[in-house]
C-alpha cells in the first residue's frame, strides 16, 4: 500500500476535478468500509487504503483487445493510467472515434462500462 500511495492520491485529485460527486461518493464508501460498517470481515489494511476507488486492476504489458469493463455503473469513470518506460501506445475509444496518447505518465478518464476501449500493440 505504500508503494502506491502517492499514485492513488494523484488520481484521487483527477477525480475530484472531473467528477466531485463522484470523488464525494467513493470517499464516504471507503470511510465507511474504513469504519466497518461495510465489510462483511475485517481486512487487516483497509485502514492503509489509499484511494476513493474500491479496487484497482493492473495490466502490465499487454494489448487490450477493445473491451468494456463489465464491474462498476454506466455512469461512473474508470481511471486509466499509463506507467512504465515505452515511449508510444495509443488508448482508442472507436465508439468514439478517438485515439489518445497513452503515454508513462498519461491519464485518461473514461466509462469503460459504456464505450468500448482498447491498448493495441505498442
Not at 3 to 29: F, R, T, W
Not at 71 to 82: A, E, F
Request: proline residues 7%; glycine residues 6%; negative net charge.
Amino acid at each position: 500500500m505504500d508503494q502506491v500511495q502517492h499514485s492513488e492520491v494523484l488520481c484521487n485529485a483527477i477525480m475530484a476535478l472531473i467528477s466531485p460527486e463522484l470523488y464525494d461518493s467513493g470517499l464516504k464508501a471507503i470511510e465507511l468500509i474504513k469504519q466497518g460498517q461495510e465489510m462483511a470481515k475485517p481486512h487487516p489494511h483497509q485502514q492503509q487504503w489509499p484511494s476513493i476507488f474500491i479496487a484497482s486492476q493492473v495490466i502490465v504489458n499487454q494489448v487490450t483487445p477493445p473491451h468494456r469493463d463489465s464491474g462498476g455503473c454506466p455512469t461512473h469513470y474508470d481511471l486509466l493510467v499509463s506507467a512504465g518506460t515505452h515511449t508510444k501506445a495509443e488508448l482508442s475509444v472507436p465508439e468514439l472515434g478517438v485515439h489518445l496518447s497513452y503515454r508513462p505518465g498519461d491519464v485518461v478518464a473514461v466509462c469503460g462500462k459504456v464505450f468500448l476501449h482498447e491498448v493495441a500493440d505498442w
